[in-house]
Structures are given as structure tokens and as C-alpha cells.
């Protein structure tokens, strides 16, 4: 999947987030991932990450795991 598409991702780590779409960075044009925590976060409910970033592989207990695995 090059491009995330809008839906239920679980986070490495174990959380659930929505994905609502793709956005672009008003000065560098770069594609950024707008997603909502679907649990209660204090911080804020809606996040953004560079496209990149939301899409990558990372390292976990020696695997490489995706940071955010498309559920439905």
C-alpha cells in the first residue's frame, strides 16, 4: 500500500486511530496523514504524521513490524 486509505489502523504499540484522509503541508506540499486516537487521549483526539513516517517499517523486539497496520 504506497498510500494510506481512510479506515481503522492499529498502532504498533497497540492503539486504534482512524485514519480520516491525506492532507498537504501549506508550504512544503508535503503529504501528511490526519488521524483521530480512538481512545481517550488528553492531548488531542486528531493527530497528524508525515505520510513517510505513518507508512514505515520499524524495529520491535528484533522484527520489522509496520508503525500502523491497516485493520479495516
Keep these: 500500500m504506497s498510500e494510506p486509505k481512510p479506515g481503522i489502523y492499529k498502532h504498533y504499540k497497540?492503539?486504534?486511530?482512524?485514519v480520516i484522509g491525506i492532507a498537504k503541508h501549506s508550504e512544503t506540499l508535503e503529504d501528511l496523514v490526519v488521524y483521530e486516537a480512538l481512545y481517550d487521549k488528553p492531548e488531542s483526539k486528531l493527530w497528524i504524521r508525515p505520510k513517510d513516517m505513518f507508512m514505515e517499517n520499524i524495529k520491535m523486539e528484533?522484527?520489522?513490524?509496520?508503525?500502523?497496520?491497516?485493520?479495516?
Design 14 to 18: 497497540g492503539k486504534s486511530y482512524r
Design 62 to 72: 528484533g522484527k520489522e513490524v509496520p508503525r500502523f497496520q491497516y485493520i479495516d
